[in-house]
């Protein structure tokens, strides 16, 4: 088949069930599902379309003729008659290729958005603490991902999708322009790049993450101070001892309070002691503890979806 | 189409019985073959860790060892019957003759999805970025300004960041630091960096984007009208609102041109933001932009 230069060969997203072959000239291939993708370019001896021809895809890509361009069309049924000469293994052979194929490209995917997120997060936080707004608009953020890490606008998307999906953020407003990325809370979104980071440049897990046992006394704590509408002091909340052995009594499920049970949130700085803490020392010998409030809560919600973001991302 | 006329020439597979717990392929032999179960079932065993696990099971009309005799990518388990099985071995010089007499466009695509699947599968360990300096100035533009980091440090939160090697990462810390975007410092026993002024960075990442996209970069391509217009606005008191036939009287008795056309080319800049009632004031942020961008066109454009 022979094309004028500036004519079409094909559409993305055109059903299809041939192969082409360039044997002269030039094609050109674009996409919108990623834009920010350069333009391709085959010449003679390029071959488009393997999927198309072995498993009906549709056209990965626009093809347009930059020039006088000639193409041999393979279709299916030349396909069958070519393997009708062969034996029957070697079918197989052509499956399995185009499998691991597909597997290759998965993982490229998933390897992607992985490699996305703390770019996104890092551009995300240094927003937020540069401007102390509680949004960032998301034409600001592809661009700047993109200067970054050279993340497509499809894959921020897809990311912010997913972060969306765990309650950390929310995209507002309607059209592309005037689009917003607004957090639920200001320092999640820091939390989450700083224990991402201290995970893979110590290659351990960050001190962010608790365990349990400290979840668990950490949600008792903040139970109480909802519960009895405890008043806030420069962002500190105060809950007695007594308050803290009663309630955890009710809902730790059978665990028992004790100094060793606490020592961890206090070596951890998240709960303070009224009096000094001894590990040894009965758990009433200190009267009461206070912690940041918002600190907690934040340190909440970040356990709550640490654990769930891999499975979310990809 | 060419399918040539070899088919004497074809070296055929070899087809074999063999008897439960029988090694089909061991990975220390060396050998590329490809292994088709015809009836009975092989399993892929691993004894890494000093047990013998199975990895997966093989079935009838499965078949191994296509990656390791197209692509030299060394199938790593070993491969046992676990029943009396019938094996087809397709060798190398079988798969050789056998190429030879297909249609060179069915070479061309066992070809091209065997290089695909290796290039992507090399993508996962090299950096997405096309433009390193920009990726790292993107980066340093969200550093706080005139504080010491450890360049160690940056490079390696960097390095997790975008995978770009870290010889490139250390050359362009250099390339900002020749541009005076950044200071260097070595003490001797580690080098730190510091950011002059974190503007002067994001202003690079925006003329790099715009020179990639081949276009003029509008700071860079203002008139001298248009200059002296941004001076005179850096000048004025920056919370004054007027309505814009107002900002040309005001402009123009400055003895500065600016009719309706140039008038709607400075809002194009941004250099005013409205408020409320068709006035309009002066855009601080634009304008500090604009003025840092004029006055350190050298450092941007890099011909110091």
Same mark, same amino acid.
């Given at each position: ?314 | ?67 390791? /005799?197209?692509?030299?990518?060394? $199938?790593?388990?070993?491969? *046992? =019957?676990?029943? +009396?099985?019938? !094996? ?44 390193? /300096?920009?990726?790292?100035?993107? $980066?340093?533009?969200?550093? *706080? =300004?005139?504080? +010491?980091?450890? !360049? ?153």
């Amino acid at each position: 088949m022979r094309f004028s230069a500036g004519e079409y060969v094909c559409l993305e997203g055109d059903k299809a069930n041939t192969l082409y072959i360039v044997k002269s000239g030039m094609l050109v291939g674009s996409s919108k599902v990623n834009e920010d993708a350069p333009l391709q370019n085959f010449g003679p001896g390029s071959i488009i379309g393997e999927f198309s021809l072995l498993e009906s895809e549709p056209r990965e890509l626009t093809l347009r003729a930059a020039e006088e361009t000639e193409i041999q069309v393979i279709d299916q049924d030349m396909l069958q008659s070519a393997l009708e000469q062969h034996p029957g293994w070697f079918k197989s052979i052509l499956t399995f290729l185009a499998a691991r194929n597909r597997i290759a490209q998965k993982n490229k995917q998933k390897n992607d958005l992985i490699q996305a997120l703390p770019s996104l997060l890092y551009i995300f936080s240094a927003h937020l603490q540069e401007t102390g707004a509680d949004s960032i608009p998301l034409a600001l953020l592809h661009k700047k991902i993109l200067a970054l890490n050279n993340t497509p606008a499809d894959e921020t998307d897809h990311l912010l999708a997913s972060l969306e999906s765990l309650g950390l953020l929310k995209t507002v407003g309607k059209h592309d322009s005037e689009k917003q990325v607004k957090v639920e809370s200001l320092q999640i979104i820091p939390l989450l790049y700083e224990t991402l980071r201290y995970r893979a440049l110590n290659q351990k897990v960050s001190p962010n993450i608790l365990s349990m046992t400290e979840q668990m006394v950490l949600t008792t704590f903040v139970k109480i101070a909802r519960e009895n509408n405890v008043p806030l002091q420069n962002g500190l909340c105060t809950i007695t001892t007594d308050q803290l052995k009663a309630e955890a009594k009710r809902s730790m499920h059978g665990l028992t309070l004790t100094s060793r049970t606490i020592a961890p949130l206090i070596d951890k700085g998240l709960l303070k002691p009224s009096t000094s803490f001894d590990i040894h020392a009965p758990l009433e010998s200190v009267s009461f503890f206070f912690a940041d409030f918002e600190k907690i809560l934040d340190l909440l919600e970040l356990n709550r979806i640490f654990p769930l973001l891999d499975k979310n991302l990809v | 189409m060419i399918t040539g006329d070899s088919r004497k020439k074809v070296i055929p597979p070899t087809r074999s019985h063999v008897k439960a717990g029988f090694v089909v392929y061991s990975p220390d032999s060396g050998k590329r073959n490809i292994i088709i179960l015809d009836e009975g079932e092989l399993a892929a065993i691993d004894r890494s860790n000093g047990l013998k696990s199975t990895v997966f099971k093989m079935h009838p009309g499965d078949l191994i060892g296509v990656a390791a /005799l197209l692509e030299h990518e060394a $199938f790593r388990y070993p491969i *046992e =019957a676990t029943s +009396d099985s019938t !094996i087809t071995v397709v060798t190398e010089e079988c798969m050789e003759s056998e190429l030879k007499t297909l249609p060179l466009w069915m070479l061309a695509v066992i070809k091209s999805l065997s290089s695909k699947t290796r290039k992507l599968k090399e993508a996962l360990h090299k950096t997405r970025c096309e433009n390193t /300096l920009k990726s790292l100035a993107e $980066f340093c533009s969200h550093l *706080e =300004a005139k504080k +010491d980091y450890a !360049i160690k440090d940056l490079a390696r939160e960097f390095q997790w960041m975008t995978k770009i090697p870290k010889p490139t990462i250390q050359e362009e810390f250099k390339a900002l630091a020749r541009r005076k975007f950044l200071i260097l410092d070595n003490n001797g026993e580690e080098t730190s960096v510091r950011i002059a002024n974190p503007l002067l960075l994001q202003i690079f990442v925006d003329y790099l984007n715009a020179t990639e996209k081949g276009g003029n970069w509008e700071p860079f391509s203002l008139d001298l009208n248009q200059k002296r217009l941004l001076v005179k606005l850096s000048a004025v008191d920056q919370s004054q609102e007027m309505d814009a036939p107002a900002w040309i009287a005001f402009f123009t008795a400055q003895g500065l041109k600016l009719d309706v056309a140039g008038w709607i080319r400075v809002q194009q800049f941004g250099w005013f933001k409205p408020s409320g009632d068709n006035a309009f004031a002066p855009n601080t942020d634009k304008i500090k932009y604009y003025l840092a961008a004029l006055r350190y066109e050298t450092n941007i454009r890099g011909v110091l």
